[in-house]
């Protein structure tokens, strides 16, 4: 008990923050703005996501047709946050090119970043085709249906993007996500682990993990994985998140923020 309202207190004083994005945000604000370190005198925009708001935002403006500005400019907006614009971005570039199915994944995606579920689970079907599908894009939209309720559905499009990426960390750590928002929590746990062991899983895998094992009444064992990743004050808003998250499932239309699609690697 002594160990129960300890980890009461641990998650009260968090703030409920989506810490565990890694720009997923959001449904997590996931950054597809990747670069290599270089030293600050060569740092390019794809390494700087504010530098690349500043530089593709200047391309954009200059010419809105510009594909590759319009799409490069949408992710480096969400990238930093910036996920109500993003969608404004990417909404244009896909009217001027509407077959363009890297702007359909980019803008599908920031619909998701933004909370505008089901619209983003459309646009995300337009963005693949049945016979060229795309693991990353059915995860994503396994996540939006997840957000709206759906879960026995979102689980079905997690299976598909499983059958091309097998044991693939971020699907199953979404996966696991989904059992727990239908409050299977034994089969969360069974999940989880399974993301949690491969050798790519990343630590928002493991705190997920801790949640679910949290949530089951082990306690000290949850304390330990979260304690073993990160700092205290952003664990525990990871787990205070997750578990709001737990208790809306009965409002998925009303959560103000999306369930994290966790551990993503995505380029549009």
């Known amino acids: 008990m002594r160990r129960q309202s300890s980890l009461a207190r641990y998650l009260a004083s968090a703030a409920v923050t989506a810490v565990m994005a890694a720009s997923l945000g959001g449904c997590q604000t996931i950054s597809d703005v990747k670069g290599a370190l ?3 005198a060569e740092v390019t925009p794809e390494a700087d996501p504010q530098r690349a708001v500043d530089v593709y935002g200047e391309r954009y403006r200059a010419n809105p047709r510009d594909v590759d500005a319009g ?4 992710q480096a907006l969400r990238a930093t946050g910036q996920r109500a614009q993003a969608v404004a971005v990417l909404e244009q570039a896909t009217i001027a090119h509407p ?4 702007l359909l994944a ?3 995606r920031a619909l998701a970043d933004n909370g505008n579920f089901q619209q983003a689970f459309d646009v995300l079907g337009k963005a693949h085709s049945p016979d060229n599908p795309d693991w990353r894009i059915l995860s994503v939209q396994g996540t939006s249906l997840d957000q709206l309720g759906k879960h026995d559905e979102a689980r079905s499009y997690y299976v ?3 059958q091309i990426v097998p044991d693939e960390p971020s699907v199953l750590s979404n996966l696991g996500l989904s059992y727990m928002l239908s409050r299977n929590l034994p089969k969360a746990e069974e999940t989880l ?3 949690y062991g491969s050798t790519r899983a990343d630590a928002r895998v493991r705190q997920n993990l801790a ?4 949530l089951q009444g082990r306690f000290a064992e949850a304390e330990t994985i979260v304690k073993a990743d990160l700092p205290a004050e952003q664990a525990a808003a990871n787990v205070a998140y997750l578990k709001q998250m737990l208790n809306r499932k009965d409002q998925p239309r009303s959560a103000a ?3 994290p699609v966790v551990a993503q690697s995505q380029t549009d």
């Open 99 to 102: 077959g363009n199915k890297a």
């Open 160 to 162: 598909s993007a499983l």
């Open 38 to 40: 270089t030293s600050k």
């Open 257 to 259: 923020r999306a369930v």
């Open 211 to 214: 949640l679910v094992i949290g």
């Open 106 to 108: 980019s803008y599908g």
């Open 193 to 195: 682990r399974r993301a």
């Open 71 to 74: 799409l490069r400019y949408g």
